[in-house]
């Protein structure tokens, strides 16, 4: 791991201060995006690439879902234009892990892939990022009482965090514009503290990566001609990039000493990334305890909650946006209480929070089976 601690905020790679490089990357990375959606909406038109509604869709008509590969075109375009040449040991091994789940997402868009080839492809590229590029927690900072770990405990965990990481935005991508708008927020806040410490090559990777949403959101959000979803190929690719750059936000705080020095950098990372991991620890513990399998699809998510008490596709992403943003503030606020404080704190909070749809949701359909009519004061 290079050193950062004496690199100057300003940098003068290809004469351009450092700042001006972020909105150029964001920027790029955007535009390569919007521009590549209409070609590739046309092309899943003629090759009947759709995703065809079912009973747990959130969608009524048949939709082009190779909306991933112009993510990943914007993100991998501007990430290797404007992240010069740093001297990074995991770069090439970042960029061959993207490039894995790329393929292994656009396979899957295209002719559905089976889960186990899936997880393996995951591993695959987890593998070539916590061996190889020799990226993963060393030390928990303090979380359980416990400060530095064995190497093979870091290796493991290492996997396990970025696997885990990886399925939560998978999942989170449900209704239009959440898993893209939750990666967004994490992306430009890790992206934003990368940049405060002057780390070049995250900063920019994470600006990349949101631009390049963002550029996706365009057409995701509306109901023209060009509406695409983001595939597996998308949320895949914005799980495993956050992924990496979180285990790097929290090794990066395990050296820092100044002022941007975060405490208790582990629970604030789960608080970067709490709504999906949230969310999905829920749904899968109801799943268990109902003896299923916690991969069984279903519409317990949060999204299909507020889609049923009837709220729009954007007003429920909006919501759960916000909500993100609130839990991001607190656990920056709340920082030198601890990671397991963090924690406790963040998930009593969202679990009430959870529970006040839920509990409309239920009066709803209680409404409908006895044959009463409800108001709904959900707005």
């Not at 994470?206 to 631009?211: I, K, Q, T, V």
């Not at 990066?252 to 949230?278: C, D, K, M, T």
């Not at 299923?292 to 049923?308: E, I, T, V, W």
Request: include cysteine.
């Amino acid at each position: 791991m290079y050193s950062i601690l004496t690199h100057p905020v300003v940098f003068d790679i290809y004469s351009v201060p450092f700042y001006l490089m972020l909105v150029f990357a964001f920027s790029v990375a955007l535009i390569v995006s919007w521009a590549t959606i209409p070609p590739i909406v046309a092309l899943s038109n003629a090759k009947k690439l759709f995703e065809e509604p079912n009973e747990r869709s959130a969608h009524k008509i048949a939709t082009p879902t190779l909306g991933g590969l112009a993510i990943f075109a914007g993100f991998k375009f501007s990430y290797l234009v404007f992240s010069g040449n740093e001297p990074l040991p995991e770069r090439p091994f970042i960029a061959a892990g993207c490039l894995v789940i790329f393929l292994m997402g656009m396979k899957d868009d295209i002719f559905v892939l089976a889960p186990i080839k899936k997880f393996l492809a995951q591993i695959f590229a987890t593998l070539l990022v916590v061996i190889l590029g020799n990226l993963f927690i060393s030390d928990f900072q303090g979380l359980f009482g416990i400060h530095e770990i064995p190497y093979w405990f870091s290796v493991l965990f290492s996997f396990f965090v970025v696997i885990a990481i990886i399925n939560a935005f998978n999942l989170s991508d449900g209704i239009d514009g959440l898993a893209g708008s939750l990666g967004n927020i994490a992306a430009i806040t890790l992206g934003s503290w990368f940049a405060l410490v002057g780390d070049y090559v995250y900063a920019i990777m994470c600006f990349s990566l949101a631009g390049a949403i963002i550029g996706f959101l365009r057409y995701n959000l509306s109901n023209g001609k060009n509406k695409i979803f983001m595939g597996d190929t998308g949320s895949l690719l914005i799980g495993f990039v956050i992924a990496v750059a979180t285990i790097r936000f929290i090794e990066l705080n395990r050296l820092l000493s100044n002022e941007h020095h975060i405490y208790s950098a582990p629970g604030v990372a789960i608080g970067i990334l709490f709504i999906p991991i949230y969310d999905t620890i829920r749904v899968m513990t109801a799943r268990i305890l109902r003896k299923q399998s916690p991969f069984k699809a279903d519409r317990g998510h949060l999204h299909h909650k507020l889609l049923d008490l009837g709220y729009s596709h954007p007003q429920a992403t909006l919501i759960i946006s916000v909500a993100s943003i609130i839990f991001i503030v607190l656990a920056f606020i709340l920082q030198h209480l601890g990671s397991l404080k963090i924690i406790l704190i963040l998930t009593v909070i969202a679990t009430i929070w959870y529970l006040i749809p839920v509990t409309k949701w239920a009066r709803r359909i209680s409404g409908k089976v006895t044959g009463r009519s409800e108001v709904h004061d959900a707005k």
